[in-house]
């Protein structure tokens, strides 16, 4: 069952279960800006250094996320999607990424195997999952939908920055909170196009 995104107790209780060293309160204001042209530079930067260490264990790796999508506001947060061989054999991928400097922060064995590192100051995301995840298709399928629908993401960009604008003890929250107008958008990104 969902979260209710509205109250914070639930995600203390949830979040503690899947964050290394456990939730931290989100630090101020949920910060959205307009899209900048370095986001995909910024992105193709840190997919080189993740091939580089990870070399033929790189199934596949994408620039997902607000950031992915040109024309879009977004958190200053770039979010990467990776496919591994099997995301829940650590030991095969997570040594070189500690090594390159990433620093696993979520590990959710009952949602796709997913994995999440930061690197540095957490200006980045890199959402690990397994070769052939259903996740990494519905993540792409809708980037590739905003990235050619300006209604949609006009309308996404508008409900991001309303939600920006409250108070949340947790990102989650936010992120959460954004899930009704996603399912929208995602209704006519899946529907058979005429």
């Known amino acids: 069952m969902p979260l209710n995104p509205e109250a914070a107790g639930p995600y203390d209780e949830a979040l503690v279960k899947v964050v290394g060293g456990g939730p931290q309160p989100s630090h101020g204001p949920i910060q959205i800006r307009d899209f900048e042209p370095a986001w995909p530079r910024w992105y193709a930067t840190e997919a080189d250094r993740v091939r580089r260490v990870l070399g033929d264990r790189v199934v596949r790796l994408e620039h997902a996320g607000s950031t992915s999508v040109p ?77 050619a629908n300006a209604a949609d993401r006009d309308h996404y960009a508008a409900a991001k920055r309303e939600l920006a604008k409250r108070d949340w003890k947790h990102v989650q929250q936010y992120a959460d909170a954004k899930s009704e107008v996603i399912a929208d958008i995602m209704a006519r990104a899946t529907a058979p196009q005429t």
Do not use: Q
């Open 71 to 147: 024309g879009l506001p977004a958190k200053p947060i770039i979010d990467m999607v990776l496919e591994v061989p099997d995301s829940a054999d650590e030991p095969a991928y997570l040594p070189a990424l500690e090594a390159a400097g990433y620093v696993l922060i979520i590990r959710e064995p009952d949602w796709f195997k997913h994995r999440i590192f930061t690197v540095g100051n957490t200006s980045v995301n890199l959402h690990t999952f397994s070769v052939g995840c259903p996740e990494t298709d519905r993540m792409l399928l809708f980037r590739n939908w905003l990235r």
